[in-house]
T-cell receptor, first 114, second 114 residues
């Protein structure tokens, strides 16, 4: 069965610093990959997605992610973090076949220091 | 604008009671999903539906049921609420373009079972 690992439970960065959130997946076929963000008390908002093609994907709010098949990774990056980016971030991969279900990582909580 | 809504946003109930959580989407999506979110587990799939009259069990379906009588709604019922079902519940629907499917989430329902 496929799985998604987010190795960092909690990350703290200073405002203006760069950010990289790690995501590794275990999946036999070509994965469809997603990053979602959840602000406190809110639902999940889609940041970006990868289906095929260019392995560097641009998303909303200045985020990007790079699919690296050789490393089974889909890390999320932002060059300069804003205080409003403080939230929890979830990586997810979709099943193949008839199920087409999302499997989520356990999330990374981002704290931004002023 | 099309959207996905959940009601109630907060619910307190007692052990043994039947509870129904509503989910309504106006995107005309065929696919709808229910997840629960618990600390340390990310989001786990409870039930899903690929269209009217279609329902399927997910990873953690015991104690839950769904019905799909129209495209817009997928209510989630807890047959006899248990304290272990205290959680935040998210509904999602998905846009499908060929083999590419993207899920969009509602704001969540926070359920407390006493």
């Amino acid at each position: 069965a496929q799985s998604v690992t987010q190795p960092d439970i909690h990350i703290t960065v200073s405002e203006g610093a760069s950010l990289e959130l790690r995501c590794n997946y275990s999946y036999g076929a070509t994965p469809y990959l997603f990053w979602y963000v959840q602000s406190p008390g809110q639902g999940l908002q889609l940041l970006l997605k990868y289906f095929s093609g260019d392995t560097l994907v641009q998303g909303i709010k200045g985020f990007e992610a790079e699919f690296k098949r050789s490393q089974s990774s889909f890390n999320l990056r932002k060059p300069s973090v804003h205080w409003s980016d403080a939230a929890e971030y979830f990586c997810a991969v979709v099943h193949s076949g008839s199920a087409r279900q999302l499997t989520f990582g356990s999330g990374t909580q981002l704290t931004v220091l002023p | 604008d099309a959207e996905i809504t959940q009601s109630p946003r907060h619910k307190i109930t007692e052990t043994g009671r039947q509870v129904t959580l509503a989910c309504h989407q106006t995107w005309n999506h065929n696919n709808m999903f229910w997840y629960r979110q618990d600390l340390g587990h990310g989001l786990r799939l409870i039930h899903y539906s690929y269209g009217v009259q279609d329902t399927n069990k997910g990873e953690v379906s015991d104690g839950y049921s769904v019905s799909r009588s129209n495209t817009e709604d997928l209510p989630l019922t807890l047959e006899s609420a248990a304290s272990s079902q205290t959680s935040v519940y998210f509904c999602a629907s998905s846009e499908v373009r060929g083999a590419q499917e993207t899920q969009y989430f509602g704001p969540g329902t926070r359920l407390l079972v006493l």
